[in-house]
């Protein structure tokens, strides 16, 4: 999998710096010392590969598009630090995403210390004829995107995305290949908030990212949509690992009615081979880890916190066909409920919950993962094995969710 240096450089990237970094030359833009350019965009026109372009703490209206291997890095100057781009969004020629910064068809584009603001938009929703909106959007690309601020990518009407699985619109970082190839991204250390849907969103084979030290924040079905922290789909290739990720609990709404517009913080959908999701930290969803398709996935050492509705991991394989030779370890899980009819009745609000019926499961294990205050601690298809889980204060430790409806207990206290 993706490995970091210690310096936060992916190896995977180390490539697009290498012996011709070292007589790539400076550029500087905005109002400080030693400033070449007004604009971005000019400092961008102007770079050759592998350059640096350093931008004076300011606001910047631009829309941007990398075609090139550069640095953007936003620097201190004059006791300020903080790069505010902030354009109103239009079509880019030859795109269907409006995004602040667009990387396209390159490799070796770092972009640092930068606050990207998506809410000067006229996006309306969701729709084959709607635009995609991101804060970044990674296009055939590799590159790095790290200790930034990514925020604002709402569309004009949330509502009208609900249901519109799997992609819906307003990214936070929007990834995806529209060329065949390989494809290797770090996403690090950045604030994403206020999107509509998703906070990091990475659609397709090919594509490799590591996405780690973030934070994530959603508001949940209060937009009336679908919204998830990462969505991972379609054979990309994920190692995400410690996040923090927030969403948002059902509030006033019913378990079934929260469901159809339900926040998840993690979402795997028919996923690349490997992936790894560990040590994460998951608060107020209905789904702290939503698994739909897998095979050699690695869930350990999380800890998913406030969950309703549905349970604190939902694994099913109808979007690949199969689950298997996967391991989930050592995850801690709490407070997920609450505990009334809903959750025998829907088979959810338990620590972790396999859906039996849903394609192939075989070779997995489920092991030393902790539950506590729950209606079960694992509900799990029988040809999975579970092991030496601890259970605390929940009504059933194990149940077979092969048994399901014919035979789930009911949630009643003893």
């Not at 990212?209 to 973030?214: L, P, S, Y």
């Not at 999701?277 to 998913?304: E, K, M, P, Y």
Request: glycine share 12%; proline share 5%.
């Amino acid at each position: 999998m993706l490995k970091p240096f210690m310096i936060g450089v992916p190896v995977f990237l180390s490539f697009a710096f290498g012996a011709g970094r070292l007589s790539a030359a400076t550029h500087r833009v905005g109002p400080c010392s030693g400033s070449q350019y007004g604009t971005i965009g000019a400092a961008i026109t102007a770079a050759q590969p592998g350059d640096m372009i350093e931008i004076c703490p300011g606001l910047y209206p631009e829309q941007l598009v990398v075609s090139k291997p550069l640095t953007l890095r936003g620097i201190t100057a004059n006791g300020y630090n903080r790069v505010l781009i902030q354009p109103t969004l239009a079509p880019v020629s030859g795109l269907s995403t409006q995004a602040v910064i667009t990387v396209l068809n390159t490799n070796g584009v770092t972009l640092q210390n930068l606050a990207i603001d998506a809410s000067h938009n006229s996006i309306s929703g969701c729709g084959s004829d709607v635009p995609a909106l991101a804060g970044v959007h990674f296009s055939s690309s590799s590159g790095i995107l790290e200790n930034s601020a990514i925020f604002g990518a709402q569309v004009m009407d949330p509502a009208s995305c609900a249901g519109a699985l799997p992609f819906g619109n307003g990214f936070g970082v929007q990834v995806d290949a529209a060329q065949a190839g390989s494809y290797q991204l770090w996403i690090g250390n950045n604030s994403i908030h206020d999107y509509t849907s998703n906070g990091i969103q990475v659609n397709g084979t090919g594509i490799g990212v590591e996405i780690a030290g973030n934070s994530i924040s959603g508001v949940g079905p209060a937009l009336g949509t679908f919204q998830f922290a990462v969505f991972i789909l379609n054979g990309a290739t994920a190692n995400i690992h410690q996040n923090i990720i927030t969403e948002g609990l059902c509030g006033a709404l019913s378990p079934s009615d929260c469901i159809n517009v339900r926040s998840e913080g993690v979402t795997l959908r028919a996923i690349g081979d490997g992936t790894i999701v560990d040590s994460n930290v998951i608060t107020n969803a209905q789904s702290g880890i939503f698994i739909n398709g897998a095979n050699r996935l690695r869930v350990s050492n999380n800890q998913i916190r406030n969950i309703d509705a549905m349970s604190g991991m939902d694994i099913q394989a109808s979007a690949s066909g199969v689950f298997t030779n996967s391991v989930i370890l050592n995850n801690g899980i709490f407070n997920v409920g609450p505990i009334d009819m809903n959750a025998s009745n829907n088979e959810e609000g338990c620590g972790i919950d396999e859906y039996s019926g849903t394609g192939t499961f075989s070779g997995n294990q489920l092991w030393e993962n902790a539950v506590t205050d729950a209606y079960c601690g694992v509900a799990h298809v029988g040809a999975d094995v579970v092991q030496l889980g601890a259970y605390f204060d929940v009504l059933y430790n194990e149940l077979n969710s092969d048994d399901y409806p014919s035979a789930f207990p009911p949630a009643v206290e003893p």
